[in-house]
């Protein structure tokens, strides 16, 4: 694995997790972006659970026009503590091509972690749950597919009930 500031054993859970991983792409091949991620995903991070479908949505938050994103939501399986989950999405970003991290950019893909069980982490480089998860249709909608009972766990709302909030 070409992580080598990583020290053996010390970014590795004591247990299982589970985390959810909003995926979206709107540059280029878009479907093959999300694929690619995810096969990625489960040889670098742990095994895919579940999958959500696949969702066409207009960029969220931006004043210029861009395409449409497709977006997807993945359940995984890890043992990575949040930091070294963190490194290996953003090294597959890089390694798909995503140049820089600027918000609302375009991008060949996009990975953010949305929940990471129940914890809560706030890191100058990293929020747990994503501070954003909440708000965005696209993410909820893909959330009440594959956990509907997810509780958020600062908001203490389902992925349903907080669907049903900004529907």
């Not at 694995?1 to 280029?28: D, E, I, Q, R, W």
Request: charged residues 15%; aromatic residues 6%; glycine residues 4%.
């Amino acid at each position: 694995m070409p992580f080598p500031h990583c020290k053996k054993n010390t970014n590795f859970a004591p247990s299982m997790a589970t985390v959810y991983l909003a995926l979206g792409s709107n540059v280029g091949d878009r479907a093959h972006y999300l694929q690619t991620a995810t096969a990625q995903i489960q040889a670098r991070v742990g095994k895919v659970l579940h999958q959500s479908p696949i969702l066409e949505t207009e960029p969220w938050g931006v004043a210029m026009p861009h395409a449409h994103y497709l977006n997807q939501i993945l359940a995984v399986e890890t043992e990575l503590l949040p930091t070294l989950l963190l490194d290996i999405t953003q090294y597959i970003e890089q390694d798909l091509g995503r140049a820089g991290k600027g918000e609302n950019l375009p991008r060949t893909i996009d990975i953010d972690i949305l929940y990471y069980d129940d914890l809560v982490v706030v890191l100058p480089n990293l929020q747990i749950p994503h501070p954003h998860a909440h708000e965005r249709k696209f993410i909820l909608d893909n959330m009440v597919v594959i956990a509907p009972q997810l509780q958020h766990p600062i908001i203490q709302k389902t992925q349903q009930e907080l669907a049903d909030i900004i529907a």
